[in-house]
């Protein structure tokens, strides 16, 4: 993740005047906005999340050199694009935290918290370890990236899929759904944890850091999480009542967004990863704190918000994208570490299902979907790219590269199997717990 906040970015501003420069932004962000949307509306016909074409369309637009076709290298390092993206990236998480339930996140039920634990500590702990076989002589750090990058499952992604399979509201769909967003939060603390102690690695130089740093790091995330949701549901009543007052158009929109840029600034501001804040100030925001500006004809937050982070949000998955070196894929170390990477993820998150304690659910079908990753561990990928220790980046373009295929194959293959999977027969199934 391309975090101004997070460490050094070795990023200058190219010499030109101020009006080249706008103008230089300008044309950047009308080609990102553009690839993102082909790309998205490609991947959609074929029967692919959006997300997958965004994300593409970025790989194809880095890669163009490998053609001939410079043009484009200079955006690697457009400082206008990082931040768009940045800005993506925390409405992203804002969106995700408005449609995730805080009562139903704190009522998740025992089997989806078990697989949600599960789903974080089996592919945290293989991803560590198919790191260390290949990369002997990494950092630890580096090793802990990779780990972190497979933990999170994209709740987006598989929603979407059981909803288009018309399975969302069977037994397995629930325990998923519950588990992916508990899944998320810890993700989120994992990174958050991480995050800081490799900042800290960098700013001193070492990359010694010790367990009761990250330990500190990871508790004060939680406290950031329970002291941003307990005050933000009181601030967020008052600021509504405010809203309700004004008589201008877009109220909703004018006291959320800025509800939710402060508490990714707080979140930022105590060393913790901007999105964090983001997805804490979504949380807290109930419709019913909003009903009266609703009544007054006004739409839903959702709605609202909706316009906006289809065209912001996409920059992020074209930037995550675009920093894939296809040439790297030329080494066999590098195509097998995708593989076996790959096969890490799929795996740990089939030991998830193992939490389950229902009887006659399809545990298959609950390990499968949450095989995608998707925004979270991007931005896990993002981030290890973008912190150096002792001037090298965490993780490598290489290893950067085969985690976004990593993100993408398990994309891919998601639908088709949940969909195989949710037809078997509950009785062939079930499995006696």
């Keep these: 993740m391309p975090y101004v906040t997070q460490g050094p970015q070795n990023v200058t501003l190219p010499d030109m005047e101020p009006g080249d420069l706008v103008r230089q932004?300008?044309?950047?962000l009308a080609l990102v906005i553009l690839a993102a949307k082909f790309g998205g509306e490609l991947m959609i016909r074929l029967g692919?999340?959006?997300?997958?074409g965004e994300l593409l369309a970025g790989v194809l637009l880095g890669n163009l050199g490998l053609f001939g076709v410079t043009l484009l290298n200079p955006l690697r390092d457009n400082m206008t694009l990082r931040i768009f993206a940045e800005v993506g990236a925390i409405l992203l998480l804002f969106e995700t935290g408005i449609?995730?339930?805080?009562?139903?996140?704190?009522?998740?039920?025992?089997?989806?918290?078990?697989?949600a634990l599960l789903g974080?500590?089996?592919?945290?702990?293989?991803?560590?370890?198919?790191?260390?076989?290949?990369?002997?002589?990494a950092n630890?750090?580096?090793?802990?990236?990779?780990?972190?990058?497979?933990?999170?499952?994209?709740?987006?992604?598989?929603?979407?899929?059981?909803?288009?399979?018309?399975?969302?509201?069977?037994?397995?769909?629930?325990i998923i759904l519950g588990a992916a967003v508990v899944d998320d939060v810890i993700g989120l603390i994992v990174l958050a944890a991480v995050g800081g102690a490799a900042t800290a690695a960098a700013a001193g130089a070492t990359s010694q850091i010790g367990w009761d740093s990250i330990a500190w790091t990871a508790a004060k995330a939680i406290l950031f999480l329970i002291a941003a949701v307990l005050g933000g549901r009181y601030v967020s009543r008052y600021m509504f009542r405010f809203a309700a007052r004004l008589k201008t158009s877009g109220a909703v929109l004018a006291v959320c967004i800025p509800f939710c840029l402060l508490l990714a600034a707080a979140a930022a501001a105590v060393g913790l990863a901007p999105i964090v804040g983001a997805f804490a100030a979504g949380v807290v925001i109930e419709q019913i704190h909003y009903a009266p500006l609703i009544e007054r004809g006004g739409a839903p937050l959702q709605e609202l918000l909706s316009p906006l982070t289809e065209v912001v949000t996409p920059a992020f998955f074209v930037l995550m994208g675009f920093l894939v070196d296809l040439k790297s894929f030329a080494s066999m170390d590098v195509l097998g570490f995708a593989v076996l990477v790959t096969i890490a993820a799929i795996v740990g998150k089939q030991i998830c299902a193992l939490g389950v304690l229902e009887r006659r659910?399809?545990?298959?079908?609950?390990?499968?979907?949450?095989?995608?990753?998707?925004?979270?561990?991007?931005?896990?990928?993002?981030?290890?790219?973008?912190?150096?220790?002792?001037?090298?980046?965490?993780?490598?373009?290489?290893?950067y590269s085969s985690l976004v295929l990593m993100v993408i194959l398990t994309t891919v293959i998601t639908p088709p199997l949940l969909n195989l999977t949710l037809k078997k027969p509950k009785a062939e199934a079930h499995t006696p717990s």
């Design 25 to 28: 932004s300008i044309l950047v």
């Design 99 to 115: 449609e995730s339930d805080l009562a139903q996140l704190l009522a998740v039920g025992w089997s989806s918290l078990l697989v």
């Design 48 to 52: 692919q999340p959006a997300v997958l």
């Design 361 to 399: 659910v399809r545990r298959l079908a609950i390990g499968v979907g949450m095989i995608p990753r998707g925004e979270v561990g991007l931005i896990f990928a993002g981030l290890g790219r973008t912190i150096r220790v002792q001037d090298q980046p965490i993780l490598s373009n290489s290893a």
């Design 120 to 137: 974080v500590a089996a592919p945290l702990a293989l991803g560590y370890f198919v790191s260390l076989q290949i990369f002997p002589n």
């Design 140 to 174: 630890w750090l580096t090793h802990v990236f990779v780990g972190g990058t497979l933990t999170a499952t994209s709740v987006g992604i598989t929603a979407r899929v059981l909803k288009d399979l018309r399975k969302n509201k069977t037994n397995e769909a629930q």
